[in-house]
């Protein structure tokens, strides 16, 4: 082996993370003695060295332009010595050893428009997916749904009035590439139709053995129309997930007319109280609604509110649908139930391992 091959650095992999920490989280690595909520948006971690670090949460839309990133870099050269960090659900957290900066720092944020909050009983940012902006198998969108719903719950983002934790995600299409199956309400874009076939190209473009191994309920099969070798779908089987589409542009799947929001409910990761939950299907069809959402933001707005007034004390959302009994849930929340809420996975959601307890 050559030197120069001895040397090489390959990019495989992230670095390790203490690469990143904060000096005085690497100090007081492992122990920490406790953390408290001081306000809205604001808690302290204490060491047993009498270390303090506070934390400042703001919100953000997640798709951030340069211009704002280094926005929020000049605020944490600032006031936090260089240090922030974003969260699964990106929030931007600056992470400061000094109180006196929390306050300056929360009105230099207020003043650019970003709220700060989202800890203990309110909710965090909406985690979301690409939708329109980026992704080719949307069936609805992601920023712009996020973007009506977040200014329709702000006050609950930058207050602690709610009952518990309120978790909200969005995915625009069943990939769910957002936490939708365990948040406490979820909105999923949902295609209703199967692909449609554009035979005349689909062998010039595609690989037809790809496509066909890209269904995962081995719903296309390969064919030939007109003389050309093409594939063709069991409509049965198909549930409109779009794989086919990532492999082979010819299979389109996206449909202004079909396409829309499905509204999911109950879902947890946390193993308080009650071990994680998937979320379970609500409201089955809302078409989509660009570019203010009314119908979504409406009925997302109208389960906060019910959960909120009906909720014990840290009762979430899955939690307090249980005590109620789902009968109950669709009759104050005024939702039909339909064929879409009978569950066809038989057992599924009782014989997959939610709870992170191991017992031997
Ligand atoms: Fe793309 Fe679906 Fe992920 Fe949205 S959820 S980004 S449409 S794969
Ligand atoms: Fe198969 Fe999904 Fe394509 Fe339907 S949309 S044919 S289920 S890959």
Redesign the pocket.
């Known amino acids: 082996m050559s030197q120069d091959a001895k040397k090489r650095v390959t990019d495989i992999g992230p670095p390790h993370y203490e690469k990143f920490l904060p000096e005085m989280v690497k100090k007081n690595y492992g122990k920490w003695l406790y953390h408290e909520i001081l306000k809205p948006g604001v808690m302290v971690h204490v060491a047993e060295s009498g270390d303090k670090l506070f934390t400042v949460r703001t919100g953000n839309p997640r798709l951030v332009s340069i211009h704002t990133i280094r926005d929020m870099c000049t605020l944490a050269d600032k006031y936090s010595n260089g240090n922030l960090r974003f969260t699964s659900r990106n929030n931007i957290e600056f992470l400061l050893t000094d109180e006196a900066n929390i306050d300056p720092l929360i009105a230099d944020l207020k003043a650019m428009g970003f709220p700060v909050g989202g800890i203990g009983n309110a909710i965090s940012n909406i985690v979301h997916t690409q939708g329109w902006v980026h992704c080719h198998s949307a069936a609805t969108d992601a920023s712009g749904i996020v973007k009506n719903v977040m200014d329709a719950l702000c006050d609950k983002f930058e207050s602690m009035s709610l009952p518990g934790k309120l978790r909200i995600a969005l995915a625009c299409c069943l990939n769910m590439c957002g936490a939708v199956h365990c948040s406490d309400i979820a909105i999923l874009g949902v295609?209703r139709r199967?692909?449609r076939i554009n035979h005349g190209i689909l062998s010039n473009i595609c690989e037809i053995p790809s496509v066909v191994a890209?269904?995962?309920?081995?719903?296309?099969r390969p064919t030939t129309v007109n003389g050309k070798q093409s594939v063709e779908?069991n409509e049965d089987?198909?549930?409109?997930?779009?794989?086919?589409?990532t492999v082979c542009p010819a299979?389109t799947?996206s449909d202004p007319l079909n396409d829309g929001v499905s509204i999911w409910v109950g879902g947890k990761v946390s193993n308080a109280r009650h071990e994680p939950m998937f979320s379970k299907l609500a409201v089955p069809f809302i078409p989509n609604n660009p570019p203010y959402w009314p119908e979504v933001v409406e009925t997302v707005s109208k389960l906060v509110e019910l959960w909120a007034a009906n909720a014990h004390k840290y009762e979430r959302m899955g939690e307090w649908i249980e005590r109620i009994g789902w009968p109950r849930f669709f009759e104050l929340t005024g939702i039909e139930f339909q064929k879409e809420h009978i569950d066809d996975f038989k057992h599924a959601g009782l014989s997959f391992k939610r709870s992170a307890h191991l017992r031997f």
């Open positions: 295609h199967p692909p890209s269904c995962p309920t081995a719903a296309i779908v089987q198909c549930m409109f997930c779009a794989n086919c589409f299979m799947l």
